[in-house]
Structure formats: structure tokens, C-alpha cells
């Protein structure tokens, strides 16, 4: 359904207000107009392009300190963290993620995003994967962006482990699951 300009811009407003990480063109696609036209749109309402405004979110959330791994060492963008509580980032797969033939991702990559984002929700010096259990729940394709959650689940203080559930969707659709049990050598909790 084709809408007047000044109803698309409202809608454009609230979508990219609820899901900052929206891309020009599934907004294209949502609204049934071309990506240049999302553009103009954006430009006209001052809504900045994706990477500002992935790069907003992340500076107003990331008050905390990762600790237990460098943050150039995480797969994957974190762009949101509460230490042994919750952290989100994201993948976009790009053509080194995927193979050739088929443009899927490669399953190591989006596990490498989820173990990451578990080893840097523990609040500790040194935080180790001690288990996983995972499950793919649907290929990932070239071009496509995968938003990783992550949620500690239990903190077991005296056996020095913590589980943390990590849910990878691409535009609200679970891709990945998985449980990781996590080895801690005793920081805060």
C-alpha cells in the first residue's frame, strides 16, 4: 500500500525508533518505495545512515567495561552490554564469511559470534568456553545481518561456572541457539 509522503516519513520515523539497526533496504522494501527514496526520506527527517546510528546506540550503551577478552578480539559489533546480565551484537556476512558456491555463511563464523559475545558478558579477568551446545536453526546468506542476544542464565559461584543463553535471529527469525557453559576464575559477580 503506497502512502503520501509526510504518513511514510512518520512510519519511517517509528521503524528506525524501534529497530535502529534496519537497513535502507528492507525499509524499501516495507514501504514500497525505492532505497533512494528511504534515503531522501531519512535525510529530510535528519535520521542518520546505519553505521551512525548503530554507532550511537553502542556509545549511549556501553557504559561498561568488557573484561574478560580485548573488544577488537569480539566477532561481531557488541552494541549493547550489562556484565553477567545480558549483550547484543551484530555480524553482517560478508563474501569471507560464506562459501562460493552457495553464499552461506559459514557455521564458524556465527558460532564465533555467539561464543565471543558469551566470553565477554563475564565479568572476569578470564572466562573460558568449558561446554557448548548449539544449534543452527537456518542457513545464513551473503548480505544478510545477524543480531546475536545473550543472557546469563545462572552464575554458579562455587563451581566457578556460569550458562549463558545466546539467540542469534536475521530480521527476527532464530538462526542459531545455543548454551554455553562458561568457566570463570572467580571475578565479581
Known sequence: MRRNKKDRQQLLAATIKENPFITDE?????????????????????????????????????????????????IGEIIDIELDKTAISILDIKAEHVFKRNQIARGHHLFA??????????????????????????????????????????????????IVEVTSFVNNELVFKGEFIMYRSGGKH
Open 26 to 74: 528492507d525499509l524499501a522494501e516495507k514501504f514500497s518505495v525505492s532505497v533512494q527514496t528511504i534515503r531522501l526520506d531519512r535525510l529530510e527527517l535528519a535520521i542518520p545512515e546505519l553505521r551512525e546510528r548503530i554507532k550511537h546506540v553502542a556509545e549511549k550503551n556501553f557504559d561498561e567495561e568488557v573484561r574478560a577478552l580485548p573488544i577488537d578480539e569480539i
Open 113 to 162: 559470534q555467539a561464543n565471543s559475545l558469551a566470553v565477554a558478558l563475564m565479568n572476569d579477568e578470564l572466562a573460558l568456553t568449558a561446554k557448548a551446545n548449539i544449534q543452527f536453526t537456518r542457513s545464513v546468506k551473503e548480505n544478510e545481518r545477524v543480531i546475536a542476544k545473550a543472557k546469563v542464565v545462572k552464575i554458579d559461584a562455587e563451581k566457578g561456572r556460569t
